[in-house]
């Protein structure tokens, strides 16, 4: 059987409570203790009230608040005569009435529940009229939403002491277990630990990583895995002893060979030439184009 209860179960829950409560001849509003739900899919709170044979209640005002504070942000209200219960126009649409008021029926619905809406809700109930009335569940609902590991970030950074140090955050909930592996087998004699931020969030460290290095953060839970992979690149090669590298070298003494040969071609047209005045020789080398005249030279690109 799935692990969260279904609707059907809800309901037959609510109705056995109801059917407690009507006998007693009481207002009373009935929560569950604890409700489970998976990130990404809707989730329904149950909430169902009673109230006392022949009861006159014009019209109900439902609240749906979360945590217990004075000053806690109501997430639904919504007023109106039986069985109209209209919210208003500010209403979050994540949130909406499931349940029908004239079955005694206050369920929240959530649409798309987040890691970040576990906690305690509470279903509250307002009656105007000659039995003016207002409930509520103190004990409230406590919402767990679970999600498979997923992996926010995965780097590294230099200690104070310059030793390389990879960190990996993951959200999930139940907290995952992290474990960090080379290539053909897990890393062992590291100092890695989860260090717990909240129910989502876990962050493992990595010490003393060296440059060159290959490591993956592998995370899991019951609901599922996940992984990252992080690649140190080696540091550069030094110079050698003598200065430059001999490759940059003989690249430079190339290019100076070059400039040399050029000076010589002008000198000997210049010196072949000298009684001719009436001459022009375009000559190319190496993309510098000269335009050489009776005893000068030019530059022109």
């Keep these: ?70 000053g806690a942000i109501v997430l639904y209200r919504c007023t109106g005569k039986v ?95 992290i474990q960090w592996l080379a290539p053909e087998h897990p890393l062992k004699g590291s100092t890695a630990g989860p260090l717990s931020l909240g129910d989502d969030l876990v962050v493992s460290r990595l010490q003393d990583v060296e440059p060159g290095w290959q490591v993956t953060c592998s995370a899991s839970n019951p609901l599922g895995k996940d992984k990252a992979t992080l690649y140190l690149l080696p540091l550069p090669t030094p110079p050698t002893k003598d200065g430059a590298p001999s490759h940059i070298l003989l690249l430079v003494i190339l290019s100076l060979g070059s400039k040399v040969i050029m000076l010589l071609g002008i000198g000997v047209w210049l010196v072949a030439r000298h009684e001719n005045h009436s001459f022009t020789v375009l000559y190319s080398l190496n993309c510098h184009i000269y335009v050489i005249y009776p005893l000068k030279c030019k530059l022109i690109c």
């Design 1 to 70: 059987m799935h692990e969260w209860c279904s609707v059907e179960r809800l309901a037959l829950t609510s109705l056995i409570v109801l059917l407690n409560l009507s006998v007693e001849g009481v207002w009373a509003v009935h929560m569950q203790a604890e409700v489970r739900a998976l990130a990404g899919h809707p989730v329904v709170l149950p909430c169902t009230y009673s109230h006392p044979p022949h009861s006159h209640h014009a019209s109900v005002q439902v609240r749906w608040r979360r945590d217990g504070s004075p």
């Design 83 to 177: 069985p109209v219960c209209e919210p208003g126009p500010q209403q979050d649409p994540r949130y909406r009435l499931e349940g029908d008021p004239r079955r005694h029926d206050l369920s929240l619905r959530i649409n798309g529940a987040a890691l970040g809406d576990s906690g305690r809700y509470y279903c509250g109930l307002e009656v105007e009229g000659r039995d003016h009335k207002t409930v509520e569940d103190n004990m409230g609902t406590w919402l767990r939403v679970e999600a498979p590991p997923n992996i926010l970030s995965l780097q590294v950074d230099a200690g104070e002491d310059l030793r390389y140090v990879a960190e990996c955050r993951v959200a999930g909930s139940p907290p995952p277990d």
